[in-house]
């Protein structure tokens, strides 16, 4: 048995593509029995469960939402580099929101990975790192080695003229207007707004949420450079774009991380005006999505009524975003609402899940074979295989209502920590 799997590597050897997995477009995420298992680590093919990446066009193609579900330290970063490699493979433009740390750009590294499959390999990728202005300050005091790996931009205060946005930064929705009325005469300085409206007879309260708003985009220099985020260009030159907040997370993470989805949705709009055939497909990751994507992210902007820029351009991602070639990922601890909200759960028809706080609400979202083996605790009947000694952690990959498979994820094939 042993020599005829290696008669078969052989000759799979000797006519593999130059590049395995681009050329099938699939990425391999998970053996059926732990690595271990294998002899010599020797995976027969009809044992890799793989994800099938859509090569069609922009319009054509189905749109891949998915939920990654899992505790810390069950391999969730690993696991979607993974995915992220093949997907970059495929032409897609790719944008990695980062709320807590710099891991993506760990992937500017080769990998170390040791249990790949056979005709994967350690590789890099190009990430390149953009923060918004605002984290500058806190960068240059607690980590300065990383000030010059990542390159900083504010947004385009012309285009925030509608009245959600200032909202979102903590301005109630009469003054929000008053804002959005200036910029579009042409006025985008932040003294000269509260100039004008220090004139205005206004409630108390209103004015201490005006004046601490506005206060604080200035304290942050939030518009302190007149650089910008330059995703499209960095994706013509097929980098992938990686935007962490180094959990500097509060109301204008929220609203920043909506502008930038808004910078998505343009870039998508022109293309489209060129033909619908123009729009490239693009995959946002929203890693660590409880810091702004749950119902807790809210009370960041409890003051202005609970508009959260993030959440509603993150739930426009998944439906209006989907003519200008949008797909997305959610990463979570959790899938609590406090987690990420539960619009956003419904809208992921590929879900990864594995060992996970609270999984009881996953209950309706799932097969209900597949609930019964994430929820039972029971070492009598059918759990989760867990080994924290050799990290081994079992995952379930389900696609669409009804389909679902259980298995072991390979090791980060590019730069971990």
Not at 321 to 344: H, K, T, Y
Request: proline share 5%; net charge positive.
């Amino acid at each position: 048995m042993y020599e005829e799997i290696v008669d078969d590597i052989l000759q799979l050897e000797k006519s593999k593509p130059v590049d395995y997995w681009r050329d099938r477009a699939e990425v391999p995420i998970l053996t059926e029995q732990p690595f271990y298992n294998y002899s010599n680590n020797i995976i027969p093919d009809e044992e890799v469960i793989t994800m099938r990446i859509d090569t069609r066009g922009a319009q054509a193609s189905n749109p891949f939402n998915c939920l990654v579900c899992a505790s810390t330290g069950v391999g969730k970063t690993r696991l979607i580099k993974n995915i992220v490699k093949a997907y970059h493979k495929q032409n897609y433009k790719i944008l990695y929101i980062e709320p807590k740390s710099i891991e993506m750009l760990n992937a500017r590294k080769m990998g170390q990975g040791r249990r790949l499959h056979l005709f994967d390999k350690n590789e890099k990728l190009p990430v390149v790192g953009y923060c918004p202005n605002y984290i500058r300050m806190y960068l240059e005091m607690n980590f300065p080695r990383i000030v010059d790996k990542i390159k900083f931009y504010s947004p385009n205060i012309k285009t925030m003229d509608y009245v959600e946005i200032w909202q979102s930064f903590g301005v109630p929705v009469k003054i929000a207007s008053h804002i959005v009325d200036m910029i579009r005469k042409g006025h985008t300085n932040i003294d000269y707004f509260q100039k004008k409206l220090d004139k205005r007879d206004l409630h108390h309260a209103t004015r201490l949420a005006l004046s601490t708003s506005l206060d604080s985009l200035k304290a942050t220099s939030f518009f302190g450079t007149t650089k910008k985020l330059e995703l499209e260009k960095e994706w013509e030159k097929n980098n992938i774009v990686d935007i962490p907040y180094f959990s500097r997370d509060g109301a204008i993470m929220n609203t920043d991380i909506g502008l930038v989805l808004d910078l998505v949705r343009d870039i998508g709009m022109n293309e489209s005006r060129q033909g619908l055939e123009n729009v490239s497909k693009k995959l946002i990751i929203f890693d660590d999505a409880f810091m702004y994507a749950g119902i807790s992210a809210t009370l960041a902007t409890k003051t202005t009524g609970g508009i959260n820029l993030a959440i509603r351009n993150i739930s426009n991602c998944q439906n209006n975003f989907r003519s200008w070639g949008i797909n997305s990922m959610f990463v979570v601890q959790s899938p609590d609402s406090n987690a990420i909200m539960p619009l956003l759960i419904d809208g992921c028809t590929t879900k990864l899940v594995s060992y996970t706080e609270n999984p009881q609400t996953l209950r309706g979202k799932i097969p209900l074979s597949a609930f019964y083996l994430i929820t039972n605790t029971d070492p009598s009947k059918p759990q989760l295989y867990i080994d924290e000694e050799s990290y081994t952690f079992q995952w379930i990959y389900v696609q669409g209502k009804s389909r679902w498979k259980t298995g072991f994820p390979f090791d980060c094939s590019v730069g971990h920590t």
